[in-house]
C-alpha cells in the first residue's frame, strides 16, 4: 500500500510489491512510472506517505538507509556511490565499525572481503584504486560493499546501462551465484530482453500505479509493453508517429 507524492503529483498511489528469497523479480515501467522511487522507500531514501514495508510478515521502520541495511536490505545505485581515490578494501567497509572493537580490524575485513569474492565470483584487487577500475570491476565493488554488510535483498537499478557485453554475462554469473545463495534481487531495468533472460517474475508500474505482476515464463515481451503502456505496441507507435508528423508541419 505504498504512496508518495510530490508537490501534489502522486508518484505512487498505494503500489503493493512482493519478494521472495532467491528470485530476481524484474521492475519494469515506461520513464516516471515510479520504479526507482518505490526502490528508494525500501532503501530509505524516501518515506512513505501511506503504506508499510513488511519483512517475513513483520513491520519495519525505515527512515534513512542505515536502517535499511540493518535489515538486510542493500541497492546498486544506477550511478556508484565509490571514492575514487580510495581503494576497493576502504571502499567496501567505509562507514563500517566493530562497536566491540575501538579499532576497525582491517585483517578481519580483509579476509572476509577475500571470502566473498571467493564465493561470488567478484575478483577485484582490494587495495587497487577505485579510480584505475573499469565501470564493471566498479560495480562488482558496490555488490561487494552490500554484501559485507550481509545484504539479504539486493536492489540493483538499471545495472547494465554502462557494461559491455562481456561485464553484463558476468554480471549474469554473479545474480545467478546472489540467488542460488538466498539472496532476493529487484533488477530494474528498460531493456526487456534482459529481464526475460535472467528474472523469475515481471512486475509492471504504470503511472506510479501496480499494473501487475507476472511469472516470466507466462507471459512474453508483447504483453509486458501492452502492461507497461496501456495499450497494443503497434497501436502505441502509430499514434507517435502521428504526432511527429504534425509537430513537424
Known amino acids: 500500500g505504498i504512496t508518495k507524492?510530490?508537490?501534489?503529483?502522486?508518484?505512487?498511489?498505494?503500489?503493493d510489491f512482493g519478494l521472495r528469497e532467491g528470485e530476481v523479480h524484474g521492475l519494469v515501467g515506461e520513464n516516471g512510472a515510479g520504479k526507482s522511487t518505490l526502490m528508494k522507500i525500501l532503501y530509505g531514501l524516501y518515506e512513505a506517505d501511506e503504506g508499510e514495508v513488511l519483512l517475513n510478515g513483520k513491520p519495519l521502520e525505515i527512515h534513512e538507509p542505515t536502517d535499511a541495511i540493518s535489515h538486510g536490505?542493500?541497492?546498486?545505485?544506477?550511478?556508484?556511490?565509490?571514492?575514487?581515490?580510495?581503494?576497493?578494501?576502504?571502499?567496501?567497509?567505509?562507514?563500517?565499525r566493530d562497536k566491540r572493537k575501538f579499532f576497525l580490524d582491517l585483517k578481519g575485513a580483509?579476509?572476509?572481503?577475500?571470502?566473498?569474492?571467493?564465493?561470488?565470483?567478484?575478483?577485484?584487487?582490494?587495495?587497487?584504486?577505485v579510480w584505475t577500475l573499469s565501470i564493471g570491476q566498479q560495480q562488482k565493488v558496490e555488490?561487494?560493499?552490500?554484501?559485507?554488510?550481509?545484504?539479504?535483498?539486493?536492489?540493483?537499478?538499471?545495472?547494465?546501462?554502462?557494461?559491455?557485453?562481456?561485464?553484463v554475462q558476468v554480471l549474469f554469473?554473479?545474480?545467478?551465484?546472489?540467488?542460488?545463495?538466498?539472496?532476493?534481487?529487484?533488477?530494474?531495468?528498460?531493456r526487456l530482453e534482459e529481464i526475460f533472460e535472467i528474472a523469475d517474475r515481471i512486475a509492471v508500474l504504470r503511472d506510479g500505479q501496480m499494473v501487475g505482476t507476472v511469472a516470466r515464463d507466462q507471459t512474453d515481451e508483447d504483453e509486458v509493453v501492452r502492461m507497461m503502456i496501456g495499450r497494443d505496441l503497434n497501436e502505441y507507435m502509430h499514434e507517435r508517429a502521428a504526432v511527429k508528423q504534425d509537430a513537424t508541419v
Open 5 to 15: 507524492t510530490f508537490g501534489g503529483v502522486k508518484a505512487l498511489d498505494n503500489v
Open 73 to 96: 536490505i542493500g541497492m546498486i545505485h544506477q550511478h556508484f556511490t565509490l571514492v575514487p581515490t580510495q581503494t576497493v578494501l576502504e571502499n567496501i567497509i567505509i562507514g563500517t
Open 110 to 129: 580483509r579476509k572476509k572481503v577475500l571470502a566473498l569474492q571467493d564465493r561470488f565470483g567478484l575478483h577485484v584487487d582490494p587495495d587497487a584504486r
Open 143 to 167: 555488490i561487494l560493499k552490500a554484501l559485507y554488510r550481509d545484504s539479504r535483498v539486493l536492489i540493483m537499478d538499471e545495472p547494465t546501462s554502462s557494461l559491455s557485453i562481456q561485464e
Open 173 to 190: 554469473k554473479v545474480i545467478a551465484d546472489l540467488t542460488d545463495a538466498g539472496v532476493a534481487i529487484v533488477y530494474i531495468s528498460h
